[in-house]
């Protein structure tokens, strides 16, 4: 299981320690730079799952850093919370615009902040939020990497248990060989669209040994579904 890694991008530097203490205590792994060109240098040593980014920065402001990151591919799909003392409204539609996640103005509980970047980790990748999952008597924890079927261990490979993951994360909803291939392999890997009937036959029989392999259902002419309805 990947320690979702948290960037804190704030120029005062009692609140970018606090941000990391937080994060830490928390289970995330957690960067903190003082500046948005501190801040690009370390996004560039390791890509966030998420940033934290101030508003008010030296030299770039944390608004015009949002925007760069957003305009650039490499860095677009890195969800940003702003992190700002500014309440007023049409400040948190700019931030908003130009494609900040969310946005927490100061002073804020770390029992708030820590809900929203949980949140939008669970919306833009459910492994990364580390929710237990169950459906059917068969549980999937991300955290410790552990599928049980009533309490038996299941062995998976790497992508079986992504593909278990994301199925038991978006149930009863059908989805088609392409969807899977984008949102569990990514849209930046160009696969055959058949590897997936390869990794859902795998799938499937690792399932048999417990029974629960009719939880992956064929829907005929549209692709596969996950479900304990029959």
């Given amino acids: 299981m990947t320690v979702p890694r948290i960037l804190a991008v704030d120029d005062e ?25 501190q801040a690009i240098s370390q996004i560039r040593r390791a890509k ?22 957003k305009k650039d591919r490499e860095t677009a799909s890195i969800p940003i919370i702003m992190l700002t003392a500014k309440g007023e409204e049409d400040d948190k539609v700019r931030g908003l615009d130009i494609g900040a996640e969310d946005y927490v103005t100061k002073p804020f509980s770390a ?21 237990l999952l169950e459906c059917g008597g068969l549980a999937l924890d991300p955290v410790s990497h552990r599928i049980t079927s009533d309490g038996e261990d299941v062995d998976l490979g790497p992508t079986e248990f992504r593909l278990l993951h994301f199925f038991m994360s ?14 569990v392999w990514g849209t930046n890997v160009y696969i055959e669209e058949r590897t997936v009937d390869v ?32």
Wanted: avoid cysteine; hydrophobic fraction near 40%; proline fraction near 4%.
């Fill in 199 to 230: 990794h859902i036959r795998r799938l499937r029989k690792a399932l048999e040994s417990t029974a629960k392999d009719k939880l992956l259902q064929t829907v005929r002419g549209a692709g596969y579904r996950f479900s304990n309805k029959r």
């Fill in 13 to 37: 530097p009692a609140v970018g320690e606090m941000l990391r203490f937080i994060l830490e205590q928390d289970g995330f792994q957690a960067d903190f730079v003082e500046d948005a060109t």
């Fill in 111 to 131: 029992r708030e902040l820590l809900a929203r970047i949980r949140s939008i980790l669970r919306r833009v990748s459910p492994l990364l939020a580390g929710d």
């Fill in 170 to 183: 978006h149930r009863e909803r059908v989805f088609t060989r392409g969807q899977l291939l984008d949102q």
């Fill in 48 to 69: 966030p799952d998420l940033i934290l980014l101030d508003w008010m920065l030296p030299g770039m402001s944390g608004l015009e850093l949002a925007d760069r990151l």
